[in-house]
């Protein structure tokens, strides 16, 4: 115990590693298995192909945003003081930010590697029997959650350690300096801000790339030429896949990545606040939430080995379920013994005293808020349910009232995620106060690569299905594919779901984080620029997602032009007797994804800066807090709607009964059913799910930004983590003007805080 006890610091960067080499032997494994027949590995090709002409194309312009950002990080970090007070920083925060730019982006890139060699594997598993398709689409999508978690881990673990010897942050006596403390953690802030800021891009380019092509694809090949939704014919149809593997694999790898790491950052910053005296010199609240989310690698690698059917019959969705629910009981069991074994019997952050156990009891307010989410998701998406049988029974009278059925759903939908995320924000903070509100958000992301696995999973399976209908299967082996999709689809929704669960308990960590180092106490609304910037940022995630629908919109419009053409001026297409010029339906969603995914991202970047250096941080804080409540609301009801839309639409595939009347595909109602899947389509693999890393992104932001535009007056005092506090009596007072006062008064020492 004792040696582990010592070193435990260095197993955090070992969990990490351990993940990855797990992933690296699924990797294996998925490389071994039968990838069919020679058209369906040249089909493989095309779409392997195409993604990575996306990645490069997008990492090129990238690679020069992240330079520039990287010069001004270093810049801001050689200044010393401002006003007298002195700066928490250096120019390695540039070094930081530059390697959680290029891990997001290696995230991102594992994930899609898997992908592109899963589809064509899981098809031809396919032709044998739904259990082996399962096995194989599964263990792909393990490959990118194993990953995305392992690198978050070894990232910010090893970084950390480096820090701390780097800015001696423990003397030669073993005491932890509190202000070197300071330090490490504002510069290890860079290694999210990078993360985070390749995530927003890749997943804005990634789903505008994704739905130009799917889109295009549907009205020209669906809706006017009445082909398949995968025909080989269709010009678009291998970019509609491609689309598949950068938005939802490649973009989701990068945007769970930015989440995981901002999450675990975030309760860091807050818990290098605390004073305690523990077995870590004082280092226990900021180690927890990296002990946890590294041990929630193993959790989810052994919830891995429940993922398995017997037969045909067996259901898809309640495997994966048992999989996922099994490493949430494991965290959840293994977090009691963690937090005992590492906390103090009592901690403080800014005035709220509380228990190791409260902190428990939040980890498992986290893990229970997660789990909702899911499972309400999972409610208002899937086949089968009343929400999009809704959508099913109004899509009989015609387009309009499709439209007008998913958007009440999507809106409905947004009630008891917002009632329990309240509800979990109030109990968390009940328990251990702001650090239980961050380390709730720890909790829940613990089992990520769990759940991107199922998450990664659907886009697999989509895929698989979009090989098999290309290479002219049986019909046998399409039905198992469209089976697997189906549950993909509410995986999918259900793994968007869980994001922005996460994303609104770690923003209000990292605004609380905000707070404490811009040294303001509280955000006056009754101010009126404060209240302006509640305005201006509640209207943020509305411009941002309006720019992203408007780049599908551009992008399929390009797209349905050039799909016209070809079935225009090539003869035999229809026929079978020519191929398709897929490779310039693969070149316009490129080069329209990297042209629009700029404007969205810059929104997201310079909005804080101008809003923090030009009128303060309390106004900034007003800004933030209403990007965060308008960018939760809309990135619930968006991917929801559009889930919903989309298992409305794959509802008729199978029949279904509309006023006791079966209705299948080609039919009137599919027809409405195709329209409103259409519209969808940027809901919810565009502008909804880039809600989440909009609203963190901007909070790491002002959180970097902080220590320029603080009220040095209010900076707070901390006490040194070394001292131990054998009694602690706290005298608060109000002054004539309202101010409060506390005194502490600590073994005949008086240390006195103004707020």
């Known amino acids: 115990m004792d040696f582990l006890q010592n070193n435990l610091i260095y197993s955090i960067p070992l969990l990490g590693i351990i993940g990855i080499l797990v992933m690296a032997v699924k990797s294996a494994w998925v490389n071994k298995q039968d990838a069919g027949d020679a058209n369906m590995q040249e089909l493989a090709g095309y779409i392997a192909d195409g993604a990575m002409a996306f990645l490069k194309a997008e990492w090129k312009v990238l690679s020069i945003f992240a330079v520039f950002t990287a010069a001004l990080l270093a810049y801001s970090g050689t200044v010393t003081e401002i006003n007298g007070v002195p700066m928490h920083s250096s120019w390695i925060i540039s070094i930081a930010f530059l390697i959680g730019a290029f891990f997001s982006a290696l995230a991102g890139y594992i994930g899609m590697k898997a992908a592109t060699k899963a589809n064509v594997r899981t098809t031809q598993a396919a032709r044998t029997s739904l259990k082996q398709a399962l096995k194989v689409s599964f263990t792909g999508g393990t490959v990118m959650g194993l990953g995305v978690a392992g690198l978050a881990v070894l990232g910010l673990g090893g970084l950390f350690i480096v820090f701390l010897s780097y800015f001696d942050v423990i003397g030669t006596d073993g005491v932890v300096s509190v202000i070197n403390m300071k330090t490490a953690i504002e510069v290890l802030t860079g290694f999210s801000l990078g993360a985070e800021s390749i995530a927003l891009f890749a997943r804005v380019g990634g789903g505008i790339y994704t739905k130009a092509a799917d889109v295009g694809a549907d009205l020209v090949g669906k809706v006017e030429a009445g082909i398949p939704e995968d025909d080989v014919r269709n010009p678009a149809t291998i970019a509609d896949n491609v689309g598949d593997n950068v938005g939802d694999v490649a973009g989701m790898g990068a945007d769970l990545f930015g989440s995981y790491v901002a999450t675990i950052l975030a309760t860091m910053v807050l818990g290098q606040e605390i004073t305690v005296t523990d077995k870590f010199g004082g280092m226990s609240p900021i180690l927890l939430p990296m002990v946890i989310c590294g041990l929630g690698i193993i959790f989810s690698i052994i919830g891995t080995w429940f993922v398995t059917i017997k037969d045909e019959k067996s259901n898809v969705q309640n495997a994966l379920n048992l999989g996922n629910w099994s490493s949430i009981l494991i965290t959840a069991i293994s977090s009691f013994f963690i937090v005992k074994w590492m906390l103090p019997e009592t901690l403080n952050l800014r005035g709220y005293e509380f228990s190791s156990m409260n902190v428990f009891y939040a980890i498992m307010v986290g893990l229970v808020v997660g789990t909702i989410m899911s499972i309400v998701t999972e409610y208002y998406t899937a086949m089968g349910k009343a929400p999009v049988n809704s959508i099913i029974q109004q899509s009989s009278t015609g387009h309009a009232t499709n439209i007008i059925a998913g958007l009440s759903v999507g809106m409905k939908s947004t009630v008891i995620p917002i009632l329990v995320l309240a509800g979990g924000i109030m109990s968390s903070y009940y328990f251990a106060g702001l650090y239980g509100v961050a380390i709730a958000a720890a909790g829940m992301m613990a089992t990520t690569a769990m759940q991107l696995a199922i998450d990664a999973f659907g886009p697999i399976a989509d895929n698989a299905g979009g090989i098999a209908e290309m290479s002219q299967l049986p019909p046998e082996v399409r039905e198992r594919t469209d089976n697997l999709d189906a549950v993909g689809n509410t995986t999918a929704a259900t793994g968007k779901g869980f994001a922005i669960a996460s994303a609104a308990l770690t923003s209000l960590a990292l605004f609380a984080a905000f707070v404490g180092i811009a040294g303001i106490s509280a955000i006056d609304i009754y101010k009126a620029p404060v209240l302006a910037g509640l305005f201006v940022g509640g209207m943020i995630p509305f411009v941002f997602s309006a720019l992203c629908i408007q780049a599908v919109g551009k992008a399929a419009m390009d797209m349905v032009q050039e799909v016209r053409r070809q ?15 897929y490779e310039k339906c693969v070149a316009i969603s490129t080069k329209a994804s990297i042209r629009e995914m700029m404007l969205p991202g810059a929104i997201a970047l310079i909005t804080p800066v101008i809003v923090g250096f030009v009128f303060g941080p309390e106004v900034l804080g007003g800004l933030l807090a209403g990007v965060t409540v308008a960018g939760v609301l809309m990135g ?26 079966m209705y299948y595909k080609k039919s009137e109602p599919h027809k409405a059913s195709v329209t409103g899947d259409t519209v969808g389509d940027p809901f919810k693999d565009t502008s909804g799910p880039s809600m989440n890393i909009l609203i963190k992104l901007m909070s790491i932001v002002s959180l970097v930004i902080a220590p320029y535009i603080a009220i040095s007056s209010s900076e707070p005092i901390h006490i040194p983590m070394s001292q131990v506090v054998k009694e602690v009596k706290i005298i608060k007072t109000v002054d004539s003007l309202g101010n409060e006062k506390i005194d502490t008064i600590k073994n005949d020492t008086d240390t006195t805080i103004n707020r």
């Open 636 to 661: 619930i009801f968006q991917s929801n709607a559009g889930g919903a839309w989309d298992n409305a639409k794959k509802s008729f595939e199978k029949g279904v009964e509309i006023n006791g009347e």
């Open 567 to 581: 079935f225009r001026e090539i003869p035999g297409i229809m026929e079978y007797k020519a191929k398709p010029e």
